[in-house]
């Protein structure tokens, strides 16, 4: 059974202020990969944040909500288990850098069971959100007067959350604060259903401990009562609330944020719109009145005044801290990023060694990579062409940073990762060819059959035999949205269209020829 903590860290007080940062649903994300410039996220940056924010608010109190450790609940698998569990150990030091008084313990901190769960904890006392039983994880924990408990995976949510928040209560908690991690295919939807009984057993403010999709799932407000409060996984975002006690049940004020994020809403509907005109100008003026109208409710907006919660009542101000570079580094922080990166390096390069040189052969009639090589024979227009893009050194791009040995990242960086004619080993990416002008040495950048498939049934019978035309989510499966934020499949594919490469084209598509600054470059 898991165990309250009847011993409180600081004495319940008498308190009417409190100040509350959250992280959630991290799922092992330590640091961006790094692969667009303006990627949000980091450890170093919410060490710096948090450090900052304590100096202005010295009881400030940090708390993780859980799903911490890994990318998903399952088992990572044998190659990426070494890597996996590293970056999970340097995560829960992060936390202790962040100052945590409190973890949960979510579907994502248990893939590799409760043993390793509590192995991490260090000097963070772990949660019980009903996934798991963890020994010595506790029932709740009261801070300063808040009261802090997870749950929602039990098969009885309700009843666990009427009794962790009445023994809060009897503790001397004047704030009582769920971290949720709800059972359902919709997570904040599956929150929302439990709200009811957060209300019936006096709980003050849910937040969402477990997103379904970490990487793309939005900072999302529910008033309820009470306030239900969920934020962008992988650290992109923290949450701030700032508490104030007074009579009744608390109440989540506006914050100027939440008119900002309106505000940009409406300007990209406009922006829509506008572009819209362009395709349809048979259009133009049903398009320019719907403009308009969004004009004049931005106008609106902007000027009208933010509403006040009634004077007296409990207030609580929710804001969303996107941790960009503004944020800045934290030296610590930093520091243990790195020892994990070269760490990370020796053991791969360790395990590399002790696997095969070469790929296992293919299946009988398995297709199988050929390399650039194989393809410049005939394509030499294409490969001419290809050497323009960024796809043609996105392994130079992996050195520049040192991450050629990351497993998390070597896969959309060469061809035919793991896979017959392919390239098996972190070690042995220049073997198989000498490449097009220095570029898709071996196996190494985006060649020709990383988006059209493995090439050997072509070359022996053309032109059939090979994956002609590149779809969404064929580039989806690197440009995904936590490596890829911004990917934009019709804005980017006219780049990596030109002679010899996809011509002619769609109708109605424009040629692009390769310029400074493109994506593709």
Request: overall charge neutral; proline content about 9%.
């Amino acid at each position: 059974m898991p165990l309250a903590c009847r011993e409180a860290p600081a004495a319940a007080t008498a308190e009417t202020t409190f100040t509350l940062v959250f992280s959630a649903s991290v799922a092992g994300q330590l640091v961006p990969c790094g692969c667009s410039p303006d990627q949000r996220g980091g450890l170093p940056r919410a060490v710096a944040l948090v450090r900052k924010l304590r100096k202005d608010t010295p009881g400030l109190i940090f708390i993780d909500a859980g799903d911490l450790l890994f990318e998903t609940p399952s088992r990572p698998a044998p190659q990426l288990l070494t890597q996996r569990q590293l970056k999970a150990r340097t995560l829960a030091q992060g936390d202790e850098l962040l100052g945590a008084v409190a973890r949960a313990v979510g579907e994502r901190d248990l893939a590799l069971g409760a043993a390793f769960a509590k192995e991490t904890a260090g000097k963070v006392p772990l949660l019980d959100a009903g996934a798991a039983p963890v020994t010595g994880a506790r029932a709740s924990i009261l801070v300063n007067g808040v009261g802090i408990f997870a749950a929602g995976h039990e098969a009885d949510p309700a009843s666990t959350i009427a009794a962790r928040a009445r023994g809060l209560r009897e503790q001397g908690a004047r704030l009582v604060v769920l971290l949720l991690h709800p059972r359902g295919d919709v997570a904040f939807t599956s929150a929302q259903a439990i709200l009811p009984a957060a209300k019936a057993a006096g709980v003050d403010l849910v937040v969402l401990g477990h997103r379904d999709d970490p990487a793309v799932d939005p900072d999302r407000k529910d008033p309820g009562p009470p306030p239900l409060l969920a934020l962008e996984g992988h650290m992109q975002s923290l949450l701030r609330v700032d508490v104030h006690l007074g009579k009744g049940p608390l109440v989540l004020a506006p914050a100027a944020q939440d008119r900002q994020e309106e505000l940009k809403g409406l300007d990209a509907r406009i922006e829509r719109f506008r572009a819209q005109i362009q395709i349809y100008p048979e259009r133009r003026a049903q398009l320019e009145g719907k403009i308009a109208e969004l004009e004049q409710r931005k106008r609106a907006l902007a000027s009208a005044p933010v509403a006040a919660p009634p004077s007296g009542s409990s207030v609580a101000v929710a804001t969303f801290l996107p941790l960009t570079a503004a944020a800045g580094e934290d030296a610590d922080a930093r520091k243990l990023v790195d020892a994990y990166d070269e760490r990370v390096t020796e053991l791969n390069l360790a395990e590399a060694k002790e696997q095969p040189p070469a790929c296992p052969p293919p299946a009988r009639k398995e297709p199988f990579y050929l390399g650039v090589n194989g393809c410049v024979k005939c394509h030499q227009e294409a490969a001419q062409f290809w050497e323009q893009t960024r796809h043609s050194h996105a392994y130079a791009t992996l050195v520049n940073v040192k991450k050629q040995f990351s497993l998390d990242c070597i896969r959309c960086h060469v061809t035919g990762w793991q896979q017959p004619g392919g390239v098996c080993r972190i070690d042995k990416t220049e073997f198989g060819g000498a490449g097009v002008s220095g570029h898709g040495v071996g196996r190494r950048d985006v060649q020709c059959e990383s988006c059209h498939g493995p090439g050997s049934e072509h070359a022996a019978d053309p032109p059939e035999h090979i994956q002609v035309d590149v779809t969404a989510p064929m580039c989806m499966r690197c440009h995904e949205a936590a490596n890829s934020p911004h990917f934009d499949y019709g804005r980017y594919r006219p780049y990596i269209v030109g002679p010899g490469h996809g011509m002619p084209l769609a109708r109605g598509e424009k040629p692009h020829p390769i310029r400074q600054g493109s994506p593709l470059q």
